[in-house]
């Protein structure tokens, strides 16, 4: 059980890895656009982290402060990514404080999943 556990941790960080690094090419590239890769990045670390939220298989506590925090975070990014793809298309591109929210956010979340104990 503790195999499979591992396997959609790396599942959760490659949705993550996914959202971050489609973001990071858009602002290398000098472009403020939300991606269709930046969704499936978050629906991926999002179905992940819901099921890693469930106490399946393991000897120790979940802190659900720490998934709640995240959690947070994550439907903050959601947020971000509907209305930059709305005013994306209204305009062409996403304002700037909208796109590095994303960016910021994004990795504010690996930082808690690492950092928080």
Sequence with gaps: MEILRHVVVLIHLVGF????GAWVVEAVNGRRH??????????????AGLILA???????????????????????????LGIGSARQRKNGSVPGGIFWSIGVL????AAIAVIWR
């Design 54 to 80: 469930a106490p399946w298989g393991i000897d120790y506590s979940l802190n659900y402060t720490k998934l709640g925090v995240k959690l947070v975070i994550l439907l903050a990014i959601g947020a971000l």
């Design 17 to 20: 890895a996914i959202l971050f």
């Design 106 to 109: 994004t990795l504010v979340n």
């Design 34 to 47: 939300v991606t269709r890769l930046m969704n499936w990045g978050l629906a991926i670390a999002a179905v």
